[in-house]
């Protein structure tokens, strides 16, 4: 054989040789994979705790290595797959493949950089005798390089998302990374929020939060009236002052307070806008600041945040953390029985009456089961029962029966970034809020039932329309007199009951996507002996601009016990919410739930646009053209037509 047939056989051999080992190495590192993640879904079906986060770790990391080395060695690949990607069938995965490639691995080693910031907790039950809270601001501190790579790892990931189409995916690997997808924000936010964490904790110098107290059976625009405020201190993980009282205590008439929303003073003939009622507008983050503002207006005290709570939020915690020992309270107090016990400790004692000093008293409880379940959470020791209250605390946040707001500029920013700072958020689609604000001082928001009911007009691809109904019903007993004034003992006693049997004074508001126009406004007129202004209310529905770039149309709603009512309103919709695809029609739609709402039932109803059939997302069968169900979280509609 010649040289140089000996050589073009000896590189051929070579190339063979280079290329099978190639190809065996991306076997080794798929299968390593395949196992590794196979391994991760057995340690996450155990018992939460330590040695479900010491069977995750290794694998995890090792499942992350395997991942990174895929996409590099694939990636002489991807010019390739991209050229293929006109071929029937498997063309269109090949062509996703990087991106694929880009968006799990990013995933992967986010999750591991996390895990190896936190992983220090877990994996000793005597870590030291520095208490929990502590420990973690410690660790968290200490690591903040792996949160900064986990952060830049998600970036990443949502770059290579932005090309990615998860509907190609098939069976339940397609229907867990789309479930993940509707979290990205959340995940992004997250990550940030956690290298944000030693600041808020007072890990470099103190930090102050106002606490709020919401109450949602008198519903007001971010949850409910503001029963309480509170003082909370946190230094090095470490809380320093804690404090409640009744937020009547705080009102300082000589601060100069402003004058007041204009429906406060209409129908409440409120001369001042006091802290209590500072919760006004249903943009969280606007809200917080008029409440920090009147809060340091009334007291001289300046505070780095916001923390607002209902009721719910109480449940869930408590379900979380366990039943806690109240001193007042004949039993420990549970989430079974927290809202009986707080309604019981409220009420004047038969004998006592309504009297002065029971006024003065009569929110005491909330300092004592503040304090009862602030012990208990800086008692834990326990990483894994510590994770179950901070994700029932995230449960609470995300259904917005806790609020937050830091003065923080990072940590409001992952806020926002995560979804979780309350804002109204229109987005660039259509939009949907309704916002009610009792102004009637009682308790009616218990015994009202609420629904919407959406139709969208899209027959007309230039004149898109909406009309809405929203149907009210009060369960309170009917015999109730509308009577609109303060008063205690009207029917059932000096009882907290007794305020949820009233006729309900609701200033009522909906919010619509921006540069939307009233064409009809249908609310039921309201008689001046209803009113304590002696004013009677017509029934017209305002229009305004309001948070968000949204606009705003409003009434008022008197609803006797054991009646219903319905308001109904037509508006003609900004053309940009229906927006031309590829074969036709993309609508989108944003529904966003008041805080304080446990659930809002809600209907949709769409006519798609002429000439068009509505392609049904998943969930809905063909032919569907509407969608009920409950409101617990913000809803997301995408809606094609073609």
């Given at each position: 054989m010649n040289p140089p047939n000996r050589l073009r056989r000896n590189l051929i051999v070579a190339i063979l040789i280079l290329g099978g080992g190639w190809l065996g190495v991306l076997a080794w590192h798929a299968a390593g994979l395949y196992a590794n993640l196979r391994s991760l879904q057995t340690a996450a079906e155990g018992e939460p705790g330590r040695a479900q986060v010491a069977q995750a770790a290794a694998p995890l990391h090792s499942a992350a290595r395997h991942a990174q080395a895929l996409r590099w060695g694939l990636a002489p690949l991807f010019p390739a797959f991209d050229l293929l990607e006109w071929l029937p069938g498997a063309g269109k995965y090949l062509g996703q493949a990087e991106e694929m490639l880009?968006?799990?691995?990013?995933?992967?080693?986010?999750?591991?950089?996390?895990?190896?910031?936190?992983?220090?907790?877990?994996?000793?039950?005597?870590?030291?005798?520095?208490?929990?809270?502590?420990?973690?601001?410690?660790?968290?501190?200490?690591?903040?390089?792996?949160?900064?790579?986990?952060?830049?790892?998600?970036?990443?990931?949502?770059?290579a998302r932005r090309e990615l189409d998860l509907n190609l995916l098939p069976g339940r690997a397609g229907e867990r990374l789309r479930a993940l997808d509707a979290r990205f924000p959340l995940l992004q936010g997250g990550l940030s929020l956690l290298a944000a964490l030693p600041e808020l904790a007072g890990a470099a110098s103190p930090r102050t939060y106002l606490i709020v107290a919401q109450n949602h059976d008198e519903l007001r625009a971010t949850g409910g009236f503001i029963s309480s405020f509170g003082l909370l201190e946190v230094q090095g993980g470490s809380i320093t002052?804690?404090?409640?009282?009744?937020?009547?205590?705080?009102?300082?008439?000589?601060?100069?307070?402003?004058?007041?929303?204009?429906?406060?003073?209409?129908?409440?003939?409120?001369?001042?806008?006091?802290?209590?009622?500072?919760?006004?507008?249903?943009?969280?983050?606007?809200?917080a600041r008029d409440i920090m503002s009147l809060y340091t207006a009334s007291t001289g005290m300046?505070?780095?945040?916001?923390?607002?709570?209902?009721?719910?939020?109480?449940?869930?915690?408590?379900?979380?953390?366990?039943?806690?020992?109240?001193?007042?309270?004949?039993?420990?107090?549970?989430?079974?029985?927290?809202?009986?016990?707080?309604?019981r400790a409220w009420a004047p004692g038969e004998a006592e009456g309504v009297t002065d000093e029971w006024w003065e008293r009569r929110k005491d409880f909330m300092g004592e089961l503040g304090t009862a379940i602030k012990d208990r959470l800086m008692s834990l020791d326990d990483p894994a029962a510590a994770g179950q209250a901070a994700f029932a605390a995230l449960q609470s946040v995300q259904a917005g029966h806790i609020l937050l707001h830091f003065e923080e500029p990072a940590a409001q920013s992952a806020l926002a970034q995560a979804g979780l700072d309350g804002a109204v958020r229109p987005g660039a689609g259509d939009f949907l809020m309704l916002v009610d604000s009792n102004v009637g001082f009682n308790k009616a928001d218990a015994s009202i039932v609420r629904s919407i009911e959406y139709r969208i007009d899209l027959s007309d691809p230039q004149n898109p329309r909406a009309a809405v109904t929203l149907a009210y019903f009060n369960n309170a007993a009917p015999q109730i007199v509308c009577k609109h004034a303060a008063e205690y003992g009207q029917t059932f006693g000096n009882t907290y009951y007794d305020l949820t049997q009233r006729c309900y004074w609701d200033y009522w508001r909906l919010l619509a996507a921006g540069d939307s126009r009233l064409t009809a406004g249908q609310a039921e007129s309201v008689p001046a002996e209803r009113l304590l202004s002696g004013r009677a209310y017509s029934g017209q529905v305002s229009q305004t601009s309001a948070e968000g770039g949204t606009t705003e149309f409003a009434g008022l709603l008197v609803l006797p016990g054991g009646q219903s009512q319905a308001v109904r309103l037509e508006w003609q919709l900004p053309r940009r919410v229906l927006r031309q695809s590829g074969r036709g029609y993309a609508y989108d739609l944003r529904v966003q739930k008041q805080p304080g709402l446990s659930s809002v039932q809600f209907g949709l109803t769409v006519i798609p646009p002429a000439g068009t059939a509505l392609q049904p997302p998943s969930g809905w069968q063909p032919g569907q053209r509407g969608w009920k169900g409950s409101l617990d979280e913000p809803l997301e509609f995408h809606l094609e037509f073609r």
């Open positions: 880009i968006y799990g691995s990013g995933l992967l080693q986010a999750a591991d950089e996390a895990m190896q910031g936190l992983g220090p907790l877990f994996a000793d039950s005597s870590a030291g005798d520095a208490p929990l809270a502590r420990r973690v601001v410690s660790a968290l501190a200490k690591n903040r390089a792996h949160f900064a790579a986990a952060s830049a790892a998600v970036a990443g990931a949502a770059q002052r804690f404090e409640m009282q009744d937020s009547y205590a705080v009102d300082n008439f000589a601060a100069g307070y402003p004058p007041p929303p204009g429906p406060i003073a209409e129908y409440m003939l409120a001369g001042y806008w006091v802290p209590r009622d500072a919760n006004w507008s249903p943009d969280f983050p606007t809200a300046r505070v780095d945040g916001v923390i607002a709570f209902d009721q719910t939020a109480l449940e869930q915690i408590l379900e979380a953390l366990g039943p806690v020992s109240v001193p007042s309270a004949n039993e420990p107090v549970s989430a079974g029985n927290v809202i009986a016990w707080m309604q």
